[in-house]
């Protein structure tokens, strides 16, 4: 071979590098480099959480306090997903928050349920007179809105009022049609226990009322919880010592959980909550009577704030006949396990199997 001549190259090496060249095109478009929907996404996801990142150190460097908090409050876990610091975090924003807008210190308390501690609630409905200063307690204890206009005003237990009767034998052939083959009894005509439309709202000069038997009702702590159940984002759960609690923050306020609901305990915050700053309790739970916010739900936690520091409801401190019972149902001794081992005891709705932790008992 003479200098003159070229060495000739792989034939394999030059059909695999005519494969890796893509053909030239008449249409500019189409060469130029195409971008798959993956790379898209992902390049705009990138780009999205850039902006609020950096729309998020504007915030925090901003003046307005309650701004920077709120909207820190936008990218908190779900408390139970949180670490101890994540959890102190949030407390600090939220006493930050509450002392700013209400104008005295606040304090929101997270403390964990206790070991060996399961909550439990009795109620003597014979003794239960109906004077509702179980509701009013529970307004001015857990920060409910009172507020006037329609949806403004939450509260959280509900006192039924039923009338007291009996089947008399005299009205035995006072029916319709009268004779053979009565369709409508005459006992049909008088009250025997039954609840009345509305009377939940009733307002009495005085109390008890002659023939008539009073049924308070709130959330019954269920151990089968049917809320829980249909949340779609997990906002409410039940806690180890019994308690079903709800994370505000993480409401989205789709009311699934009221429907399921077959007590009647749920609220849902239709309106910003009507909460005059000179009426505000101070001594707040994260899961419980903390101030709540337009669009969420709320409900009865056996004021968390309390129980879980060794202090009875305080519902169950107002009742002036002492018709309220609380302990844990874990303790052979506590009144609520005594109770249910000597009294007549019956669960509401028990044929549904939610396994409430709320009892009714009589003597």
Same mark, same amino acid.
């Given at each position: 071979m003479t200098h003159e001549e070229t060495p000739s190259a792989d034939p394999a090496r030059e059909q695999e590098a005519e494969r890796a060249v893509p053909p030239a095109s008449a249409d500019p478009a189409a060469s130029a480099p195409r971008a798959s929907r993956r790379d898209f996404l992902k390049a &705009?996801?990138?780009?999205s959480l850039s902006s609020l990142m950096g729309t998020a150190a504007l915030m925090v460097q901003s003046d307005n306090a309650r701004a920077a908090i709120e909207w820190a409050e936008h990218f908190q876990k779900n408390y139970r997903l949180m670490t101890p610091q994540e959890k102190a975090e949030a407390r600090a924003r939220l006493e930050r928050r509450y002392s700013q807008e209400y104008g005295r210190k606040v304090n929101v308390d997270t403390t964990d349920a206790q070991p060996?501690?399961?909550?439990?609630?009795?109620?003597? !409905?014979?003794?239960?007179?109906g004077c509702r200063r179980c509701?009013?307690?529970?307004?001015?204890? *857990?920060?409910?809105?009172?507020?006037?206009?329609?949806?403004?005003?939450?509260?959280?237990?509900?006192?039924?009022?039923?009338?007291? &009767?009996?089947?008399?034998?005299?009205?035995?052939?006072?029916?319709?049609?009268?004779?053979?083959? +009565?369709? =409508?009894?005459? *006992?049909?005509?008088?009250?025997? /226990?039954?609840?009345?439309? &509305?009377?939940?709202?009733?307002?009495?000069?005085?109390?008890?009322?002659?023939?008539?038997?009073?049924?308070?009702?709130?959330?019954?702590?269920?151990?089968?919880?049917?809320? !829980?159940?249909v949340c779609p984002v997990r906002t409410t759960y039940r806690e180890p010592d019994g308690v079903v609690v709800i994370d505000y923050n993480w409401c989205i306020g789709c009311r699934m959980c009221m429907g399921a609901c077959p007590y009647w305990a749920r609220r849902f915050n239709v309106n910003?909550? =009507?909460?005059p700053k000179e009426e505000i309790n101070p001594v707040t739970h994260y899961l419980g009577n903390r101030p709540r916010m337009r669009g =969420? =739900?709320?409900?009865?936690?056996?004021?968390?704030?309390?129980?879980?520091?060794?202090?009875y409801p305080a519902c169950v401190e !107002?009742?002036?006949?002492?018709?309220?019972?609380? /302990?844990?149902?874990?303790?052979?001794?506590?009144? %609520?396990?005594? +109770?249910?081992?000597?009294? *007549? %005891?019956?669960?509401?709705?028990?044929?549904? *199997?939610?396994?409430?932790k709320f009892f009714y008992f009589y003597d």
């Open positions: &705009g996801g990138m780009l060996g501690v399961l909550m439990g609630y009795a109620l003597n !409905v014979r003794k239960c007179i509701v009013h307690a529970c307004v001015a204890e *857990n920060n409910q809105s009172r507020g006037s206009r329609p949806g403004e005003k939450i509260e959280w237990i509900q006192v039924l009022r039923m009338e007291r &009767g009996e089947f008399a034998k005299e009205k035995m052939n006072q029916g319709y049609p009268e004779g053979l083959g +009565i369709q =409508v009894g005459g *006992n049909a005509y008088t009250p025997a /226990g039954e609840v009345l439309e &509305g009377q939940y709202r009733y307002e009495p000069a005085a109390v008890p009322e002659k023939d008539a038997t009073y049924m308070p009702i709130a959330c019954m702590q269920c151990e089968k919880p049917p809320c !829980v159940k910003n909550p =009507v909460l =969420v =739900v709320e409900k009865c936690h056996w004021c968390l704030q309390r129980t879980r520091h060794g202090r !107002v009742c002036p006949v002492g018709a309220r019972k609380f /302990g844990n149902l874990l303790d052979p001794e506590s009144e %609520v396990s005594l +109770i249910l081992a000597r009294k *007549n %005891v019956f669960r509401l709705k028990a044929e549904l *199997n939610t396994f409430p």
